[in-house]
């Protein structure tokens, strides 16, 4: 199981922590995405992180606002997010995926979503 948490409403500019933790599972043998969906668009790729966090990848719009992270011995990971941006409002989903790798698609275990909504 996975339970994102950490979502709210923040000015732009602003900043949040999301937490994602998974339950049931050997945390560190899964790399750990985010994901994002806003209304009447497509899920869309965040951020990644390896399965013992020596690598990550992001999409392009979110590179130096955001970081990525885990704390395997807390089977938590988190997003960073800073110098939000109105556009930066979405569900916020969590994912898993057993290996090693940092894959951008793919996964095959969710969590529930977290709201983030910024305001201009």
């Known amino acids: 199981q996975l339970q994102a948490s950490g979502g709210g409403l923040v000015q732009a500019g602003g900043s949040l922590r999301l937490s994602c933790v998974v339950s049931?599972?050997?945390?560190?043998?899964?790399?750990m995405a985010w994901f994002r969906q806003s209304p009447g668009k497509a899920r869309e790729f965040v951020a990644v992180i390896s399965s013992y966090g020596h690598s990550a990848r992001y999409a392009d719009s979110m590179k130096g606002r955001f970081t990525i992270s885990r704390d395997n011995a807390k089977s938590t990971l988190y997003l960073q997010m800073n110098d939000l941006k109105p556009e930066d409002t979405a569900v916020y989903y969590c994912?898993?995926?057993?290996?090693?790798?940092?894959?951008?698609?793919?996964?095959?275990?969710w969590g529930q979503g977290t709201q983030v909504t910024v305001s201009s």
């Open positions: 049931g599972r050997t945390f560190a043998n899964y790399a």
């Open positions: 994912a898993a995926e057993y290996g090693s790798g940092t894959p951008v698609s793919g996964y095959d275990y």
